[in-house]
């Protein structure tokens, strides 16, 4: 009766692990499938008037916040554009932007700033308007993880230098934790 114990306790080993290799699989299918993606969230849905002209499609404002911020992002170099989730009364849904290749999404993200930053796009849209690389449900909910411990942080000791860049949080100058894709698998 123990031997069949521990055979089950090995195969349920075994199993898991097949089942982690799997999810990883999926999961860099997925990283690979949104390598060209941008997120732009706070763009709203509506039509919006900036000076005389009256902006009516997504395009519209894309082209608006390339203008005015230097965003790499012709209408050429976009396969597609779309809302992605529910539509609600009160909240613009973000906006997914399929570009041609990855230079181009590095190319927008290091404009990602001046975007966020941008006066111009305040007034136009009357919130901030963000870009952020597509990253997977596993991945948000660890950059999720990695924000709630930065406010931590923040709260003890409002003087810290803590940031986060590139899936990992610092505290000054050194790693205190990052993204663990593997953490949340099965």
Do not use: W
């Not at 930065?150 to 990052?178: M, Q, Y």
């Amino acid at each position: 009766m123990q031997s069949e114990c521990v055979n089950l306790d090995d195969e349920i080993k075994k199993n898991k692990q097949v089942i982690v290799n799997q999810q990883l699989d999926i999961e860099k299918n997925e990283e690979r499938n949104r390598a060209n993606n941008l997120m732009i969230f706070n763009l709203p849905e509506s039509e919006v008037k900036s000076g005389n002209t009256l902006l009516k499609t997504d395009a519209d404002k894309i082209a608006l916040i390339a203008g005015s911020t230097g965003v790499d992002l012709n209408p050429h170099d976009v396969v597609s554009a779309y809302r992605v989730g529910k539509k609600t009364s009160n909240n613009a849904r973000p906006l997914k932007v399929v570009l041609k290749n990855k230079e181009l999404k590095h190319r927008a993200l290091r404009k990602r700033k001046d975007v966020a930053q941008s006066s111009f796009l305040y007034n136009t849209f009357g919130v901030r308007v963000y870009i952020n690389p597509d990253v997977s449900f596993l991945v948000q909910r660890e950059l999720h993880r990695l924000r709630q411990s930065l406010k931590e942080i923040k709260t003890k000791d409002p003087e810290s230098k803590v940031f986060i860049r590139s899936g990992a949080l610092f505290l000054d100058g050194t790693v205190i934790d990052e993204v663990k894709v593997e953490n949340q698998l099965f």
